[in-house]
């Protein structure tokens, strides 16, 4: 069946040609993503638990995960939580399915507790958060659309997903910055947190680097450790910078510091969460794992919104496949911009519109690349229940 797909040139300023670049990334420490990973974490054990009691994934969304700031008091050699953080799963998910029940809450709540013991060394599931959880149930209409299915999900909604590719090095920089701190920084260094936010600023070919990274105050005995540790993340950063970009590289970090009055960042458990910090899914990174004000960007939480038929899920893991797939696979793009948009009740294979904008390079033609283009879109719609199987299985990130 051939789709709506449409190819066309974009006139604009290619991204690394633009003389001001903006680009963030909440670390998985941060409230907004600890938000993204726990609504994440309950949605895919929902999707599992289901397909183990029933045979097919049902009706769920647990994107409007809640995070209240607790209240903690570190201090160089120590600290305690004196206010636990309070988490609040909350959503709609099926609990029943004929005669077979699911303990959905329950579900949930291991599912948020595992993922924070998976991910943070330093924040106890059990006595430093509150977890509550209230799912409720679907609109009967909704839930319909979801079970009614024989072959192709139908769309819960109208609406669209955005991608696009390649990264910038600007880009590329801010997400493995953050990913290379957590990855390999923090498991040699102990006293960083999870809670780690990079802030990049090109102007023309200079790049500028703003990154909060919240230390751990049992592992920091005193302001002379944490200032020869904050000397090494910034000569590791810089490292991770110069692997991405020729361009001038100027790193700064936990720029609120005043050794003077003796203010710097310390934490008990590793994140901004446990005093004064909040957090809410869809808040921080889009799916690509950046927030990019100098790109086209979905306003939809992509995090805990079912995997099968939820387009602001679904339509935007898909929109930055494809983006990321054309450019490997057609030669002579610059950049690729993906719009998808959707039609509540329609088959999600088969969108309403596929736009895909392409900036060509020197000496290649838009219609001439169009059809190698089209084959990668349809490939993908074809094949549009992949995306749920990575999801499922652990093999795509949302934030």
């Known amino acids: 069946m051939m789709k709506n797909i449409v190819v066309e040139d974009i006139r604009k300023v290619p991204i690394e ?36 009691r029933v045979g097919t994934i049902l009706h769920h969304n647990t994107d409007e995960t809640q995070i209240v700031a607790g209240k903690a008091n570190p201090f160089f050699g120590g600290g305690e939580v004196i206010t636990p953080i309070y988490v609040l799963l909350v959503g709609r998910a099926t609990k029943q399915f004929d005669d077979i029940y699911i303990p959905t809450d329950s579900i949930a709540v291991k599912a948020a507790k595992k993922y924070v013991q998976e991910n943070f060394h330093n924040l106890d599931a059990e ?9 409720g149930e679907g609109s009967t209409d909704l839930k319909d659309i979801f079970v009614s299915r024989k072959d192709i999900p139908r ?12 990264l910038s ?11 290379e701190i957590f990855n390999t920084f923090r498991k040699e260094h102990p006293e960083v947190g999870e809670d780690v936010k990079v802030m990049g600023l090109r ?12 230390f751990v105050s049992k592992y920091v005995d005193n302001l002379d450790e944490y200032r ?35 203010i710097v960042y310390l934490t008990v458990t590793g994140t901004s969460a446990e005093n004064g910090d909040d957090g ?11 927030i990019t004000p100098n790109r086209p960007m979905s306003m939809e939480a992509t995090s805990g919104k079912n995997p099968v038929n939820h387009i602001g899920k679904i339509y935007n893991l898909l929109a930055n496949q494809i983006a990321h797939d054309t450019v490997e696979a057609v030669e002579g793009i610059k950049e690729v911009y993906v ?14 519109i596929v736009s895909v904008q392409l900036i060509p390079e020197k000496g290649y033609e838009v219609r001439k690349l169009a059809p190698k283009v089209k084959t990668v879109a349809e490939e993908w719609l074809d094949d549009i229940y992949k995306i749920t199987e990575m999801l499922i299985n652990d093999e795509i990130s949302t934030f």
């Open 17 to 52: 040609q633009q003389e001001i670049e903006l680009v963030e990334r909440k670390g998985i420490g941060h409230p907004d993503s600890l938000a993204d990973g726990m609504a994440e974490s309950v949605s895919r054990a929902l999707c599992r638990e289901y397909l183990k």
């Open 127 to 135: 006595t430093d958060m509150i977890i509550d959880c209230k799912l």
């Open 155 to 166: 769309a819960n909604d109208t609406s669209f997903g955005v991608g696009y590719a390649p």
């Open 169 to 179: 090095e600007t880009e590329k920089i801010v997400l493995n910055v953050e990913r």
């Open 203 to 214: 102007v023309k070919d200079d790049v500028n680097l703003t990154i909060a990274c919240a």
């Open 228 to 262: 020869a540790i904050k000397e090494e993340l910034t000569s590791f950063i810089s490292e991770i910078a110069s692997v991405y970009t020729n361009r001038s590289v100027v790193v700064n970090v936990n720029t609120g510091d005043n050794y003077e009055k003796g």
């Open 280 to 290: 809410s899914v869809g808040r921080g990174n889009r799916c690509n794992g950046l």
């Open 339 to 352: 719009r998808i948009l959707s039609q509540i009740g329609h088959p999600i294979d088969d969108p309403k």
